[in-house]
């Protein structure tokens, strides 16, 4: 997965539980089908065909077999990007919900320190 670059075609299938580690256009596929439910919350997993080829990183193929075309990996997938903005930016900085938690953290401390004397 290292190794895929923008460009590459893949070849997938459901026999080998693929998950789509980067984001593609479905160039030739049968019966191809994606659980996008982490992603999107749709219930019942998504056909792909040549009126919806988008493949998105971090989904599994369910049924079918197939190529696609790469199109962004890494941080500028779909996955990198919800990734970069749940766990922060690229110097360091927390994001919203991590500075709100680690405040909260502090604060539990500083109480079970108070009530333990």
């Known amino acids: ?23 593609g256009i479905l160039l030739s596929g049968q ?5 996008e439910s982490a992603l999107t919350g749709e219930p019942e997993p998504m056909l792909k065909s040549a009126e919806k080829p988008f493949m998105i990183s971090g989904t599994t193929v369910n049924a079918g ?12 997938s779909i996955a990198g990007k919800i990734k970069k903005d749940v766990y922060g930016g690229e110097h360091g900085e927390l994001s919203p919900l991590y500075g709100k938690l680690d405040a909260m953290a502090t ?3 500083k109480v079970g320190m108070v009530c333990a004397l």
């Open 1 to 23: 997965d290292q190794d895929i670059c923008v460009g590459d075609i893949v070849s997938f299938n459901a026999h080998m539980a693929a998950i789509i580690s980067c984001d």
């Open 31 to 35: 019966d191809v089908r994606c659980d």
């Open 65 to 76: 077999k197939g190529t696609m075309l790469v199109v962004a990996v890494g941080e500028y």
């Open 107 to 109: 604060r539990i401390g």
